[in-house]
């Protein structure tokens, strides 16, 4: 932030201490303060929700709109992990298992299958070890085809284009029970100083990936999203892709990750699988395609996942979407049964909801990550949901799942020379139109509290000073 913006922050925590905070949610005006951090911004106070409360007093000491359902975007991401983390369990783990039919010796003569049960987070380091298993099992070739066994989740058949025209964004991956490496790959731009040009790495570097680099390395220091810079087309065929990179790259913004799905769901994981199969010395001269483990076949080797209390760290703090909807397809599977299904996701959250005496109305819930334009919560309702989860056994997993002020996550760069710094667990939501925070912050007498502030307005993007003012009140408030 610059000097001129860390002045007007200032100024705003300023007037925010002159005033006590009794806004209501029938409309009671805000204090001055905030109202003009709100005015710089161009958001009118009937595009925000307020709520704040101490624990364990008996009322909120700020509220605005509270009841109001608002569309939370990854703030929803808390409901999630908090009803994932009681009704499966901290410890719970996620099975990837490979099966073989008719095995003769060192070769599996029928075909080879990966069943997914849904793991979050299984990387092509845990790709290559469950392959790797099966090597040191004695395994060597594969005289059949590969199949991947999805059956364990309802696919989704929406279009991620649909949602923001960035379809081929990681962010924008679908849920899937066998999801190797998120289904994305990660180009790092690394300027090359001395030859005056832009590298571009590839990780997983998959033989059916071909990168075409057209970016220019410019001087000068790096813009906050450097990737509109960075223009990319994507040529994608049945068993291969072309991206081509173009634009302009900063040298001041050092070495940079871009992740992008760039081939099919089937073709990723058969490619890595050859790829890494190839690697470890294994034979296969078949084809990939999808399909179900028949009866007849033979668990050859299983591996476990981190568990969810693990898990649900790269969920909170880095706002991992297709990671909440993995746990919500699995809530799904596990309450209702095989395959898990967003509807049955949505249904296991409302009967946990209901059994702990959280009556809800106005909830929306899509697919239980925040990146959906239909999903709705209240602040109030997201307080409540906080407050409970701090009475909960597992409260102290949960709370450590959220961003740290000034510290990590998505709030590594923001307040991190105030007081405030690293004195609130806060989880961030961003849409185009929606900026919201909640979490819990201990205020400078030692004092816990619960806050929630959403903003839903064509100028939302501007909400990050009145945010981060309030954030400073509450911590300093008298």
Same mark, same amino acid.
């Given at each position: 932030?610059?000097?001129?913006?860390?002045?007007?922050?200032?100024?705003?925590?300023?007037?925010?201490?002159?005033?006590?905070?009794?806004?209501?949610?029938?409309?009671?005006?805000?204090?001055?303060?905030?109202?003009?951090?709100?005015?710089?911004? $161009?958001?009118?106070?009937?595009?925000?929700?307020? =709520?704040?409360?101490?624990?364990?007093?008996?009322?909120?000491?700020?509220?605005?709109?509270?009841?109001?359902?608002? +569309?939370?975007?990854?703030?929803?991401?808390?409901?999630?992990?908090?009803?994932? %983390?009681?009704?499966? !369990?901290?410890?719970?783990?996620?099975?990837? @298992?490979?099966?073989?039919?008719?095995?003769?010796?060192?070769?599996?003569?029928?075909?080879?299958?990966? #069943?997914?049960?849904?793991?979050?987070?299984?990387?092509?380091?845990?790709?290559?070890?469950?392959?790797?298993?099966?090597?040191?099992?004695?395994?060597? @070739?594969?005289?059949?085809?590969?199949?991947?066994?999805?059956?364990?989740?309802?696919?989704?058949?929406?279009?991620?284009? *649909?949602?923001?025209?960035?379809?081929?964004?990681?962010?924008?991956?679908?849920?899937?029970?066998?999801?190797?490496?998120? &289904?994305?790959? /990660?180009?790092?731009?690394?300027?090359?100083?001395?030859?005056?040009?832009?590298?571009? =790495?590839?990780?997983?570097?998959?033989?059916?990936?071909?990168?075409? $680099? &057209?970016?220019?390395?410019?001087?000068?220091?790096?813009?906050?999203?450097?990737?509109?810079?960075?223009?990319?087309?994507?040529?994608?065929?049945?068993?291969?892709?072309?991206?081509?990179?173009? !634009?302009?790259?900063?040298?001041?913004?050092? @070495?940079?990750?871009?992740?992008?799905?760039?081939?099919?769901?089937?073709?990723?994981?058969?490619?890595?699988?050859?790829?890494?199969?190839?690697?470890?010395?294994?034979?296969? &001269?078949?084809?990939?395609?999808?399909?179900?483990?028949?009866?007849?076949?033979?668990?050859?080797?299983?591996?476990?996942?981190?568990?969810?209390?693990?898990?649900?760290?790269?969920?909170?703090?880095?706002? +991992?979407?297709?990671?909440?909807?993995?746990?919500?397809?699995?809530?799904?599977?596990?309450?209702?049964?095989?395959?898990?299904?967003?509807?049955?996701?949505?249904?296991?959250?409302?009967?946990?909801?209901?059994?702990?005496?959280? $009556?809800?109305?106005?909830?929306?819930?899509?697919?239980?990550?925040?990146?959906?334009?239909?999903?709705?919560?209240?602040?109030?309702?997201?307080?409540?949901?906080?407050?409970?989860?701090?009475?909960?056994?597992?409260?102290?997993?949960?709370?450590? /799942?959220?961003?740290?002020?000034?510290?990590?996550?998505?709030?590594?760069?923001?307040?991190?020379?105030?007081?405030?710094?690293?004195?609130?667990?806060?989880?961030?939501?961003?849409?185009?139109?929606?900026?919201?925070?909640?979490? =819990? %912050?201990?205020? *400078? #007498?030692?004092? &816990?509290?619960?806050?929630?502030?959403?903003?839903?307005?064509? #100028?939302? /993007?501007?909400?990050?000073?009145?945010?981060?003012?309030?954030?400073?009140?509450?911590?300093?408030?008298?």
């Amino acid at each position: 932030m610059t000097v001129v913006g860390n002045r007007f922050v200032h100024c705003i925590i300023g007037a925010l201490a002159a005033f006590t905070l009794t806004a209501s949610a029938q409309g009671v005006p805000l204090p001055e303060g905030l109202q003009q951090a709100l005015r710089a911004a $161009n958001i009118p106070q009937s595009g925000v929700a307020l =709520y704040a409360r101490e624990l364990g007093a008996s009322e909120p000491f700020l509220k605005h709109q509270a009841t109001q359902a608002m +569309n939370p975007a990854s703030v929803m991401k808390l409901l999630t992990t908090y009803a994932a %983390l009681e009704l499966l !369990g901290p410890a719970y783990a996620w099975r990837t @298992e490979l099966y073989g039919t008719r095995i003769e010796g060192d070769v599996v003569r029928g075909d080879l299958y990966v #069943k997914g049960y849904g793991d979050p987070k299984f990387t092509m380091e845990q790709f290559w070890l469950l392959l790797r298993n099966l090597r040191q099992r004695g395994i060597r @070739e594969i005289a059949g085809d590969f199949v991947v066994d999805n059956s364990y989740f309802e696919l989704p058949v929406a279009d991620p284009a *649909a949602f923001d025209s960035q379809g081929h964004r990681a962010y924008n991956v679908l849920p899937q029970a066998m999801l190797p490496s998120f &289904k994305a790959v /990660s180009f790092r731009f690394v300027p090359d100083m001395q030859e005056r040009i832009v590298r571009i =790495y590839a990780e997983p570097d998959l033989k059916p990936l071909r990168i075409i $680099n &057209k970016v220019v390395l410019k001087a000068g220091p790096c813009p906050f999203d450097w990737r509109e810079a960075v223009e990319r087309d994507l040529d994608n065929g049945a068993q291969s892709a072309t991206v081509t990179f173009r !634009g302009i790259f900063y040298s001041e913004c050092g @070495e940079r990750d871009l992740g992008l799905s760039v081939l099919s769901s089937g073709e990723f994981a058969a490619a890595m699988f050859r790829q890494y199969w190839a690697e470890l010395g294994g034979s296969f &001269k078949g084809v990939a395609v999808e399909g179900t483990v028949p009866a007849e076949a033979r668990l050859l080797v299983s591996r476990q996942s981190a568990p969810l209390s693990e898990l649900m760290r790269d969920v909170n703090k880095w706002s +991992n979407n297709v990671m909440a909807r993995q746990l919500l397809l699995t809530l799904g599977a596990e309450s209702a049964g095989a395959p898990g299904s967003a509807a049955k996701g949505e249904e296991a959250l409302r009967r946990w909801l209901l059994a702990k005496g959280l $009556n809800f109305p106005g909830l929306v819930v899509e697919n239980g990550a925040g990146l959906s334009r239909i999903e709705r919560s209240s602040a109030q309702q997201l307080g409540e949901l906080l407050i409970a989860a701090a009475k909960s056994p597992y409260a102290a997993e949960f709370e450590a /799942s959220l961003p740290i002020v000034g510290i990590d996550g998505t709030l590594k760069r923001r307040l991190n020379d105030r007081p405030v710094m690293g004195q609130a667990h806060i989880k961030t939501g961003s849409l185009e139109g929606v900026r919201a925070i909640a979490g =819990y %912050l201990l205020d *400078a #007498k030692g004092r &816990k509290l619960v806050v929630v502030f959403l903003v839903n307005h064509a #100028k939302a /993007s501007g909400a990050q000073a009145a945010q981060d003012a309030l954030l400073e009140w509450l911590y300093g408030r008298l």
